[in-house]
């Protein structure tokens, strides 16, 4: 799948929610899918508009301990969050570009998963992170978003470079 990138109109829009029965046939070809293209460009997280689909989906893989460990967030909620922590962030919309981006230190979802069954789970670190990221991308947000004007200006110039090896 061809990954859309930041200034395509997909990822400034708030996604649907997912009607799970609908989706349900179709759901396993197109999580593998994205899975796969996620991997491909060894990244740890992947929502729906970023493959140009309006859905409150996103993938996850953090690989805690280096093992693989596949997550899948259907219409994902933050139910609490706490802590604060400073790390650089990137994201594959915007390859190349990378900034420090204050986020929740830990935070708990709740979702349904493939299969359609409600989960809760918490996660500090990166996987916190990548909650985070990825419900932000459902709701149209990005990780340039968070960033103060001064550094936010800067990093629109590294942008505009970033942007010419961008397909
Ligand atoms: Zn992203």
Same mark, same amino acid.
């Given at each position: 799948m061809r990954i859309v990138k930041h200034g395509e109109k997909v990822l400034r829009q708030a996604c649907e929610p997912v009607d799970y029965a609908a989706v349900k046939r179709e759901l396993p070809r197109l999580l593998r899918d994205m899975f796969q293209t996620m991997y491909s460009v060894r990244g740890v997280g992947l929502a729906a508009p970023q493959v140009g689909l309006n859905l409150r989906l996103s993938v996850i893989d953090v690989r805690p301990e280096g093992k693989a460990q596949r997550l899948v967030l259907i219409n994902p909620v933050i139910v609490s969050k706490s802590g604060k922590v400073v790390h650089?962030? &990137?994201?594959?919309?915007?390859?190349? #570009?990378? *900034?420090?981006?204050?986020?929740? @230190? =830990? #935070? /708990? $979802? =709740? @979702?349904?998963? *493939?299969?359609?069954?409600?989960?809760?789970? /918490? &996660?500090?670190?990166?996987? @916190?992170? @990548? %909650?985070? +990221?990825?419900? !932000? +991308?459902?709701?149209?947000?990005? %990780?340039? !978003? +968070?960033?103060?004007? $001064? /550094?936010?200006? =800067?990093?629109?110039?590294? $942008?505009?470079? *970033?942007? =010419?090896?961008?397909?």
């Open positions: 650089e962030e &990137g994201c594959l919309s915007l390859p190349g #570009v990378w *900034a420090e981006v204050e986020r929740c @230190a =830990k #935070v /708990t $979802i =709740k @979702a349904l998963d *493939a299969r359609g069954r409600p989960y809760e789970m /918490t &996660g500090e670190g990166m996987l @916190a992170r @990548a %909650f985070q +990221h990825e419900v !932000d +991308h459902l709701n149209g947000k990005l %990780f340039i !978003d +968070h960033l103060d004007f $001064i /550094t936010k200006l =800067k990093v629109m110039s590294v $942008i505009k470079e *970033a942007r =010419k090896n961008w397909t």
